[in-house]
């Protein structure tokens, strides 16, 4: 409905560190037209979250592990 992206406080590159605050997000994304931000602050360093792509829901695939174990969310697809 929003016809764009929405990020969260973990949008990073692949492979680099989760990011807390929006200076960090846009240092690290190198991120133009940015239309809107909601500035809460610097975050909390939770760990972030894990991501399975279900683009062909019967091959799952994990793309970043996080605090959610992988095993039981496999397992709720079942």
């Known amino acids: 409905m929003v016809g764009s992206p929405i990020i969260g406080t973990s949008a990073n590159k692949s492979g680099s560190t989760p990011k807390y605050d929006i200076p960090s997000i846009i240092q690290d994304l190198?991120?133009?037209?940015i239309?809107?931000?909601i500035d809460g602050g610097r975050l909390p360093k939770n760990p972030p979250s894990t991501i399975i792509d279900l683009?062909?829901?019967?091959?799952?695939?994990l793309l970043r592990r996080g605090r959610t174990k992988v095993n039981?969310?496999?397992k709720d697809l079942a």
């Open 35 to 37: 239309h809107l931000w």
């Open 30 to 33: 190198s991120l133009k037209n």
């Open 72 to 74: 039981e969310i496999f």
């Open 55 to 61: 683009t062909d829901p019967s091959k799952p695939i």
